[in-house]
């Protein structure tokens, strides 16, 4: 009678339903934080009929009008209503975060993987990775604009690749962990395919800490991505965004605060509901901070 060998069973740590509902039970600030995202979102997606104008409209016969009741933001330099520009920027700055943040994973995660489980290729790789990392991710990005013309796509191609190597020096410090465990090295015996490790036993794994991750980087887009249209690195002048509504406005800061002040608080306010987002799923993803709560 032949024996049948069982392997262990792969350990999976993939959120589940039931601790998104832990980690916004307890943490309100966690709640609060997705409330003022999703109010976003909803901003950005219903721009076309929320806005009162069209954001590209010139008036020069109503430049520089105070916040009103027909101007709720005001105008700018050129007679157009901020308030429908700092709508239709909603668009732009949650998109590249969104997009940016997507990407960083998809690629970090890929090159991650890899590296972390084969060990002649991870000197090679993290060596160019921690290259990368030793120039900050801003001037980063400044850089790699200068070498392009200003889009959406080209803004998003750049602050990607600024974020990168954070994602993958991620995701190889959980492989080298988990390729150590016991149903990684039995499937090894067995003869299991590469491809089948990392996908089947390794990935999983790696879902908890990639979602948190991932609402930082969205954080940090948006962040670097104003930073970028304020000098004038980032998107062009005719698209709408938070950053170069702010770069137009800061001659005239002294007059006409108000063109800075509300794409301003918006950003803060996205950025700000962002984090909490991202602690409230830290908390409750990690299995010893849920053991100390």
């Known amino acids: 009678m032949t024996a049948v060998t069982t392997l262990p069973a792969p350990v999976s740590t993939s959120p589940t339903l039931r601790q998104f509902k832990e980690a916004f039970r307890r943490h309100p600030t966690a709640i609060v934080g997705g409330i003022v995202l999703l109010l976003m979102i909803l901003l950005a997606l219903l721009a076309p009929w929320l806005g009162t104008v069209d954001p590209q409209a010139v008036t020069p016969i109503k430049r520089l009008k105070q916040p009103s009741a027909e101007f709720w933001f005001g105008t700018d330099m050129l007679g157009r209503d901020v308030y429908s520009r700092v709508?239709?920027?909603?668009?732009?700055?949650?998109?590249?975060?969104?997009?940016?943040?997507?990407?960083?994973?998809?690629?970090?995660?890929?090159?991650?993987?890899?590296?972390?489980?084969?060990?002649?290729?991870?000197?090679?790789?993290?060596?160019?990775?921690?290259?990368?990392?030793?120039?900050?991710?801003?001037?980063?990005?400044i850089s790699l604009m200068a070498l392009t013309r200003a889009s959406?796509?080209?803004?998003?191609?750049a602050i990607t690749l600024a974020e990168v190597p954070r994602v993958v020096r991620l995701v190889r410090s959980l492989v080298l962990t988990l390729r150590e465990q016991p149903y990684v090295e039995a499937a090894v015996a067995a003869g299991t395919s590469l491809p089948r490790i990392l996908v089947r036993?390794?990935?999983?794994?790696?879902?908890?800490?990639?979602?948190?991750?991932?609402?930082?980087?969205?954080?940090?887009?948006?962040?670097?991505?104003?930073?970028?249209?304020?000098?004038?690195?980032?998107?062009?002048?005719?698209?709408?965004s938070w950053g170069n509504i702010m770069a137009e406005a800061r001659s005239l800061f002294q007059i006409a605060g108000y063109l800075i002040f509300f794409p301003g608080v918006c950003l803060s306010l996205t950025v700000l509901a962002v984090n909490l987002l991202g602690d409230g799923m830290r908390d409750a993803l990690d299995p010893r901070l849920a053991r100390r709560m």
């Open 87 to 141: 709508v239709y920027g909603a668009r732009v700055s949650l998109s590249i975060g969104i997009a940016v943040a997507f990407f960083s994973i998809l690629v970090g995660l890929s090159i991650g993987l890899v590296t972390g489980y084969l060990r002649w290729l991870d000197a090679v790789v993290m060596r160019v990775m921690d290259g990368l990392m030793s120039i900050p991710p801003v001037l980063l990005a």
């Open 152 to 157: 959406i796509e080209n803004v998003i191609i």
């Open 201 to 240: 036993h390794i990935l999983p794994n790696t879902t908890a800490p990639l979602l948190v991750q991932g609402t930082y980087i969205c954080a940090s887009a948006m962040i670097t991505e104003a930073i970028l249209s304020f000098i004038g690195a980032g998107t062009p002048p005719n698209i709408p």
